[in-house]
Nanobody
């Protein structure tokens, strides 16, 4: 069974940085496509970034257009942890951020419905 626990959210001023962590049991980026989504009040869940392994030891990532150049996804297989480094934060980045994992071996896309496992979310609030 895959379990995901996010941490690292909080309140930050615009222009600041945060690093989110997703501690995973039963999954790593070497075995599962893993990613980050976010959801602001009254809005649909939005794709942020996804990471997957292809081949022996090559990893790929995609980043959403609204965060490109500011956010970076990474993973540490030894620690079973997925990260999201968020720089140059804007008030419109305010949302609950969710970690997600697809089923083992499935190459998930940017669609939330491709992911089978979700964390409880961590709140990120960016003040003007």
């Amino acid at each position: 069974q895959v379990q995901l626990v996010e941490s690292g959210g909080g309140l930050v001023q615009a222009g600041g940085s945060l690093r989110l962590s997703c501690a995973a049991s039963g999954a790593t980026v070497s075995t599962h496509t893993m990613g980050w989504f976010r959801q602001a009040p009254g809005k649909e869940r939005e794709f942020v970034s996804v990471m997957w392994r292809s081949g022996t030891n090559t990893y790929y990532a995609e980043i959403g257009d609204s965060v490109k150049g500011r956010f970076t996804i990474s993973g540490d297989n030894d620690k079973n942890t997925l990260y999201l480094q968020m720089n140059s934060l804007l008030p419109e980045d305010t949302a609950v951020y969710y970690c997600a994992a697809a089923r083992a071996g499935y190459r998930a896309s940017r669609r939330a419905r491709d992911f089978n496992y979700w964390g409880q979310g961590t709140q990120v609030t960016v003040s003007p």
